[in-house]
């Protein structure tokens, strides 16, 4: 992944007041141009060191990968 792609994780809280965690993956196609497929986590967590937790076990996320709004 190059550094302008989007994170790896997104920390998403919904109206509910849960966070949500999706799980992106960027690819390149012939041409060089990204395309990135983005899968929800279905659990919701209480806070967002619980869903990086989650990441991180999971998924072997690493500090840096991970954006929040």
């Not at 007041?17 to 983005?38: A, D, H, I, K, M």
């Not at 060191?49 to 690493?62: D, I, P, T």
């Amino acid at each position: 992944m190059t550094s302008d792609g989007p994170k790896p994780f997104l920390i998403v809280k919904d109206e509910a007041g849960q966070f949500r965690l999706t799980v992106r993956e960027t690819r390149y196609n012939s041409q060089g141009y990204p395309w990135v497929v983005s899968k929800p986590v279905e659990q919701a967590f209480k806070s967002t060191a619980a869903a990086r937790a989650y990441a991180v076990e999971e998924f072997g996320g690493k500090a840096g990968e991970f954006a929040f709004r």
